[in-house]
């Protein structure tokens, strides 16, 4: 192992591919003091439900949860923009002393009447949790009294990690199926679950299994709209990109609906080659396996060329991936490798043993796998890997940039698309943008000064 300095409670929780050892220790809540990279309950149903466009989003707690997840994701709306409001019951000192349920009926209450919702999400923050409102009773009368669906979200911050959150947020998307009329839909029909349209990627992905003849019922949640998810039950199977956050829903779809489904991913070459190829080979039907050839077959043609003079420039640089689900970092070793570059570091914040055992397996001998990291082993990782690219989120940028390490965005927070065929030619090059800036030849560490 790295010779760096490490809490001995995180010690399980690190290893290394291509070296003999125990299973990555992995679904535990974080050490204290460790300073983990994980977001709260509360932040993890807030980015899985917010994409849902013509819902009303309330946060039933301080002014402060509600600012810090606004506009929390990149998801575009082809149509309403009303998710994009972070309202707020903004609760005081009076409010925590005497009870925020008259505050949440009456912002409710007047939020529905101005903005005519199709339905309504309630997301209870920790202090709703200290207090004891009973925002469920609360749902139960305006859901009466206005005629729409009002869910209330059990996300308090304190019942555990941004894991616990997505399972919230599942729970609370799964009372609207199964309350809508699926007459009309085709038998070869799916649910598009665990994509949140950053950047207009839902778009993209939908029009690719629309060439195919296949039918999209619902996106759950980019670009999402009420009606079709209360339809969504009628679909013939659902793909799962993001496994982290949606198996819990398939698994529930697939129990109580007889829908089955299939984990996937959009980003890369190969892994959207494979989703279409996947989906064909699931309904049996030789003519939509044809048709998926013919987009493969076409889309490969319109970006290789222009990613292999990427190539040529990026071969043999070392990146560090640290990303939410597991899904993504499996996704973007494959990227990687497809420009010529290695992966030296990888870990998540979600991922379990099966995901941990499977990117032992992929990636090569010495990278680095650590499930729920903190700034302090990411940067003496990043040091003595000495790599050139960090691909992260929003909470790793200030690393890298410290570090003087190029860094590619690849969190909900981004604008740029990277899904598909056309998203990979925007992963290559902002990663080439990134990795090959003249700037990092001045700092320190390339300098030949102290890091």
Request: aromatic share 8%.
């Amino acid at each position: 192992m790295p010779s760096i300095d490490i809490l001995p409670a995180r010690a399980a929780s690190i290893t290394q591919a291509g070296q003999p050892g125990a299973a990555v220790r992995c679904g535990q809540t974080s050490v204290a003091g460790s300073v983990s990279q994980r977001a709260c309950v509360f932040c993890g149903a807030r980015v899985v439900l917010y994409p849902i466009a013509d819902a009303l989003h309330l946060v039933h707690g301080p002014i402060g949860c509600a600012a810090y997840t606004w506009d929390i994701r990149g998801a575009q709306s082809s149509g309403p923009q009303l998710h994009r409001n972070s309202f707020s019951t903004d609760l005081q000192e009076l409010d925590v002393i005497y009870g925020g349920e008259g505050k949440l009926e009456r912002a409710l209450t007047v939020l529905i009447a101005r903005h005519q919702p199709k339905a309504a999400f309630v997301y209870s923050t920790c202090i709703v949790g200290v207090i004891g409102d009973d925002v469920g009773a609360v749902c139960k009368r305006v859901a009466a009294a206005t005629g729409i669906p009002v869910l209330s979200v059990a996300s308090e911050g304190f019942k555990g990690t941004k894991k616990d959150g997505y399972r919230a947020a599942c729970e609370a998307v799964y009372t609207l199926i199964g309350t809508g009329d699926t007459t009309g839909i085709s038998p070869l029909s799916i649910n598009l679950l665990g994509d949140f349209n950053i950047a207009g990627e839902t778009w993209i992905v939908r029009d690719y299994f629309q060439r195919m003849g296949v039918e999209v019922v619902a996106t759950i949640t980019g670009d999402g709209r009420v009606d079709d998810i209360r339809r969504c039950h009628g679909a013939k199977l659902n793909l799962v990109q993001c496994a982290g956050s949606m198996t819990h829903l398939a698994r529930k779809l697939r129990d109580e609906h007889g829908i089955p489904f299939l984990k996937v991913s959009f980003f890369g070459l190969e892994d959207m080659s494979a989703a279409l190829y996947d989906t064909a080979r699931h309904f049996g039907d030789p003519a939509l396996m044809e048709r998926a050839k013919a987009i493969v077959r076409d889309e490969v043609e319109r970006v290789y060329p222009e990613l292999r003079r990427y190539k040529e420039q990026l071969l043999g640089k070392k990146a560090a991936i640290y990303v939410g689900g597991a899904f993504k970092a499996f996704s973007l070793v494959r990227a990687l490798r497809t420009l010529g570059m290695t992966t030296a570091i990888v870990g998540t914040q979600t991922g379990d043993k099966d995901d941990y055992a499977q990117l032992r397996e992929m990636c090569d001998a010495g990278t680095v796998i650590v499930d729920d990291s903190n700034p302090l082993e990411l940067a003496k990782f990043c040091l003595e890997k000495d790599v050139d690219l960090f691909i992260g989120g929003v909470k790793e940028r200030p690393i890298a940039y410290k570090l003087g390490i190029g860094f590619c965005d690849h969190n909900h927070e981004r604008k740029e698309a990277l899904a598909g065929y056309v998203g990979m030619l925007n992963f290559a090059r902002e990663v080439y943008a990134s990795c090959c800036s003249p700037v990092w030849q001045y700092m320190p560490r390339r300098a030949g000064g102290a890091a």
